[in-house]
């Protein structure tokens, strides 16, 4: 009697060892890559919440300016600072604030993961 392995009910399947290994080292690097872009797009949150404050309680571009400085020194945002945030007027005399920086996360010798993150408010 013939018995054939590939209709067998006892035919193993899976992941070899090789196999097991490399989704765990994938799994290793996304983990990695996502515990470290976690703090950067909170940080973005904080900037954008920190931008749209200080337009709608300032009236010149130096108190826009100062109020966004203040707001970055109470949430921690190092990214940016009052100086680079580009302060406009809209027809309605309302104050508009622009932003625009990167950010970048180091993987391995010369390889970076850079964010670029702009925004305006409304």
Do not use: C, W
């Amino acid at each position: 009697m013939h018995i054939n392995r590939s209709t067998s009910p006892f035919r193993q399947r899976g992941l070899s060892f090789i196999g097991v290994i490399f989704v765990g080292l994938i799994a290793v690097a996304a983990f990695a890559i996502g515990g470290q872009s976690v703090p950067i797009f909170l940080e973005y949150q904080a900037i954008k919440k920190a931008a749209s404050k200080a337009a709608k309680e300032a009236s010149t571009v130096a108190d826009v300016r100062g109020n966004f400085d203040r707001s970055a020194a109470i949430d921690t945002i190092n990214s940016i600072q009052g100086k680079d945030l580009e302060v406009a007027k809209r027809g309605d005399n309302k104050i508009v604030v622009s932003f625009k920086y990167s950010r970048e996360i180091a993987l391995a010798g010369p390889a970076y993961l850079v964010y670029r993150f702009e925004g305006q408010t409304n």
